[in-house]
């Protein structure tokens, strides 16, 4: 059906309940998401992509609490003859004009490579119309290619608005910062500078969000797929990175954005699970944080007194049994993962510096766990449900100390899960496959007080069945690295090569099919370093090889390739220049049908 830029779909008309953690959009992919708060009701907004092939569109659902989301369609579509649409933001209009009283921000990109940024109005944050106006790319600061995109608002004294956005400032990584009196036209600015403080700096990074706290401006920079935050004293910077608590969010949560709700000033981000279904990753809004600045000026993400709506129905909670030595204390319970559920308890920190934690149980004998160390920091990783082979991916520490009990609060539904201790956000993770419902302690003595559950006030959202493919645990070879680890059915182990340090140096990934068929698709989940530039070839004898796609300027994420009218036995990914220079490329799950 062709394309229909800024289609109404009969908003109202369709809406409809939508699953996930605590929100995803129906026969869509999500990725970056944002949210805007009018008149006592929420609206989320969120880039997604209908075709698989590349984000083209931007969905909008309701909440009358911020936590239970209504689905309204999707508004905005790409224009033809467009690479792909990015992300934005909403704001009110700053004076009344025909156009529309609100206005929404997106950019595309021409098959050029060139980003500009465009605009809707509406009345209704419903039904948006495309405007005439757009703004390019500043070459006097930035990149001409670079990136543009996403402007985010603050009010500007004596009237208008502050605008600052991903941009690409020539020669260091940063972002744009502008002006403008109506809201839709806007006049760029030198770039504020950025002061790392005692952190590399980055290549390259993108603009979550800037917000005036106090009288201090916090900015939560993408980097790495991490978001981290900047302070300044003025509107205009210089930004230094935090002293504290300075990666706001890692893991598999990213791109935070501030919220301001008329009772607090709020984060939303999305939330990357491992799973795919049907061409889709199954990621999802998380739930909404608040942002609280501490007496030392540290801007930190808690618990949301709103997010108790999704409290429904008390769970007994029988302590756990005792286990052998070195295995996990699993809880009797078994909790209802489709509909989700909550779990809360006091952690009595044990003598010594063991560290105490919570294992959540998945399909196939694998588990998710979280690990406290004496030391105030929380690792969070995958493992065996019998405790063993812990692989922490992720280590975070946020600058603040534990009394001798720590409060839990945890959060699981289907893949995800979110630990808080006393009530500050410390991960997001995705377990290897979906949750059993069993959760348990980890530790030599673990002892939890105070145990309490509840089942979540949400639509139970079915298990969605595993792809296996054609692929799926067949013998598998590369030119480094574990090659069966992309091909063992379980998304958080991944295949890694070693670094590629010179330019025209290449790793590669085979893998027999088996038996010689046509092949219809092929579907590469990156890991955390991808392939920039990379060849899907094919082979009947893994010898004489035939290249059927090629990719320049790759993303990452979830790609999946159409190869009609090819047959195989044998399929290579061939990999040069990586995500980042001198590093290595990996791929979690290589599906081929």
Same mark, same amino acid.
């Given at each position: 059906?062709?394309?229909?830029?800024?289609?109404?779909?009969?908003? +109202?008309l369709?809406?409809? %309940?939508?699953?996930g953690?605590?929100?995803? %959009?129906?026969?869509?992919?999500?990725?970056?998401?944002?949210?805007?708060?009018?008149?006592?009701?929420?609206?989320?907004?969120? +880039?997604?992509s209908?075709?698989?092939?590349?984000?083209?569109?931007?969905g909008?659902?309701?909440?009358?609490?911020?936590?239970?989301?209504?689905?309204?369609?999707?508004?905005?579509?790409?224009?033809?003859?467009k690479?792909?649409l990015?992300?934005?933001?909403?704001?009110?209009?700053?004076?009344?004009?025909a156009?529309g009283?609100f206005?929404l921000?997106?950019?595309?990109?021409?098959?050029?490579?060139?980003?500009?940024?465009?605009?809707?109005?509406?009345?209704d944050?419903?039904?948006?119309?495309?405007?005439q106006?757009?703004?390019?790319?500043?070459?006097?600061?930035?990149e001409?290619?670079?990136?543009?995109?996403?402007?985010?608002?603050?009010?500007?004294?004596?009237?208008?608005?502050?605008g600052?956005?991903?941009a690409?400032?020539?020669g260091?990584?940063?972002?744009?910062?502008?002006?403008?009196? *109506?809201?839709?036209?806007?006049?760029a600015?030198?770039? %504020?500078?950025?002061?790392?403080?005692?952190?590399?700096?980055?290549?390259?990074?993108?603009?979550?969000d800037?917000?005036?706290?106090?009288?201090r401006?916090?900015?939560?920079?993408g980097?790495?797929?991490?978001m981290?935050?900047?302070?300044?004293?003025?509107?205009?910077?210089?930004?230094?990175?935090?002293?504290r608590?300075?990666?706001?969010?890692?893991?598999?949560?990213?791109?935070?954005?501030?919220?301001r709700?008329?009772?607090?000033?709020?984060?939303?981000h999305?939330?990357?699970?491992?799973?795919?279904?049907?061409?889709?990753?199954?990621?999802?809004t998380?739930?909404?944080k608040?942002?609280?600045?501490?007496g030392q000026?540290?801007l930190?993400?808690m618990?949301?007194?709103?997010?108790?709506?999704?409290?429904?129905? &008390?769970?007994?909670?029988?302590?756990?049994?005792?286990?052998?030595?070195g295995k996990?204390a699993?809880?009797?319970?078994?909790?209802?993962?489709?509909?989700?559920?909550?779990?809360?308890?006091?952690?009595?920190?044990?003598?010594?510096?063991?560290?105490?934690?919570?294992?959540?149980?998945a399909?196939?004998?694998?588990?998710?766990?979280?690990?406290i160390?004496?030391?105030?920091?929380?690792?969070?990783?995958?493992l065996?449900?019998?405790?063993?082979?812990?692989?922490?991916?992720?280590?975070?520490?946020?600058?603040?100390g534990?009394?001798?009990?720590?409060r839990?609060?945890?959060?699981v539904?289907?893949?995800m899960?979110?630990l808080?201790? *006393?009530?500050?956000?410390?991960?997001v993770?995705?377990?290897?496959?979906?949750?059993?419902?069993?959760?348990?302690l980890?530790?030599?003595? /673990?002892?939890?007080?105070?145990?309490e559950?509840?089942?979540?006030?949400?639509? /139970?959202?079915?298990r969605?069945p595993?792809?296996?493919?054609?692929?799926?645990?067949?013998?598998?070879?590369?030119?480094?690295?574990?090659?069966?680890?992309?091909?063992?059915?379980?998304?958080?182990?991944?295949?890694?090569?070693?670094?590629?340090k010179?330019?025209?140096?290449?790793?590669?990934?085979?893998?027999?099919?088996?038996?010689?068929? /046509?092949?219809?698709?092929?579907?590469?989940?990156?890991?955390?370093?991808? &392939?920039?530039?990379?060849a899907v070839?094919?082979?009947?004898? &893994?010898?004489?090889?035939?290249t059927?796609?090629r990719?320049?300027?790759?993303?990452g994420g979830?790609?999946?390739?159409?190869?009609?009218?090819?047959?195989?036995?044998?399929?290579?990914?061939?990999?040069?220049?990586?995500?980042?220079?001198?590093?290595?490329?990996?791929?979690?799950?290589?599906?081929?049908?």
């Amino acid at each position: 059906m062709k394309r229909v830029w800024l289609a109404v779909f009969a908003l +109202l008309l369709l809406a409809a %309940p939508a699953p996930g953690l605590v929100f995803r %959009p129906p026969q869509a992919s999500q990725w970056d998401c944002w949210v805007f708060c009018h008149e006592g009701t929420f609206y989320l907004f969120h +880039l997604l992509s209908r075709s698989w092939d590349d984000w083209d569109g931007i969905g909008v659902a309701t909440s009358a609490d911020g936590v239970h989301w209504t689905d309204r369609g999707i508004p905005i579509t790409m224009a033809p003859g467009k690479r792909w649409l990015g992300t934005g933001s909403t704001w009110l209009a700053p004076r009344p004009q025909a156009s529309g009283k609100f206005i929404l921000n997106f950019s595309e990109e021409s098959p050029e490579g060139v980003q500009r940024i465009f605009f809707a109005a509406s009345d209704d944050l419903l039904r948006w119309r495309r405007l005439q106006t757009e703004l390019g790319q500043d070459d006097r600061w930035y990149e001409p290619k670079g990136r543009w995109d996403t402007i985010n608002t603050l009010p500007r004294a004596g009237g208008g608005l502050l605008g600052y956005w991903t941009a690409s400032p020539r020669g260091r990584a940063g972002f744009a910062i502008g002006q403008s009196d *109506d809201g839709l036209r806007w006049s760029a600015a030198a770039p %504020p500078q950025l002061d790392w403080r005692n952190h590399k700096p980055a290549r390259e990074c993108e603009l979550g969000d800037v917000d005036k706290i106090g009288e201090r401006y916090y900015a939560m920079l993408g980097v790495g797929g991490t978001m981290r935050t900047f302070v300044a004293d003025a509107p205009d910077g210089p930004f230094a990175a935090a002293t504290r608590n300075f990666v706001l969010l890692q893991g598999h949560g990213y791109f935070t954005r501030f919220v301001r709700s008329p009772e607090a000033l709020l984060v939303v981000h999305h939330s990357i699970s491992h799973q795919r279904h049907l061409r889709k990753m199954l990621n999802y809004t998380a739930p909404l944080k608040r942002a609280v600045v501490d007496g030392q000026g540290t801007l930190r993400l808690m618990w949301w007194a709103g997010n108790e709506k999704l409290k429904g129905e &008390a769970i007994p909670v029988p302590a756990p049994t005792g286990a052998e030595a070195g295995k996990p204390a699993i809880l009797p319970a078994r909790f209802d993962a489709a509909r989700g559920f909550i779990v809360e308890g006091t952690f009595k920190r044990p003598p010594g510096n063991e560290p105490v934690g919570l294992i959540l149980e998945a399909e196939d004998d694998w588990a998710g766990a979280f690990l406290i160390d004496s030391d105030g920091a929380c690792r969070a990783g995958h493992l065996k449900s019998d405790g063993s082979g812990f692989a922490p991916a992720f280590r975070v520490q946020r600058d603040r100390g534990f009394a001798d009990t720590v409060r839990f609060r945890l959060l699981v539904r289907h893949t995800m899960a979110e630990l808080y201790l *006393d009530d500050e956000l410390f991960h997001v993770l995705s377990l290897p496959l979906w949750s059993t419902g069993r959760i348990g302690l980890l530790g030599s003595n /673990p002892h939890v007080e105070g145990w309490e559950a509840w089942t979540m006030t949400l639509d /139970p959202e079915p298990r969605v069945p595993r792809e296996r493919g054609r692929a799926w645990r067949k013998p598998a070879r590369a030119s480094s690295g574990i090659a069966s680890l992309a091909v063992d059915g379980n998304p958080a182990t991944e295949w890694q090569s070693q670094p590629l340090k010179s330019s025209g140096q290449h790793e590669w990934i085979e893998v027999d099919l088996g038996s010689e068929r /046509p092949l219809s698709e092929v579907s590469i989940n990156w890991g955390s370093r991808f &392939a920039r530039d990379y060849a899907v070839q094919v082979s009947a004898d &893994a010898t004489t090889w035939q290249t059927v796609h090629r990719a320049q300027e790759a993303r990452g994420g979830v790609e999946t390739l159409s190869t009609p009218a090819h047959r195989c036995r044998h399929l290579r990914i061939d990999c040069g220049r990586p995500s980042r220079p001198g590093e290595a490329v990996a791929i979690r799950e290589l599906f081929v049908q």
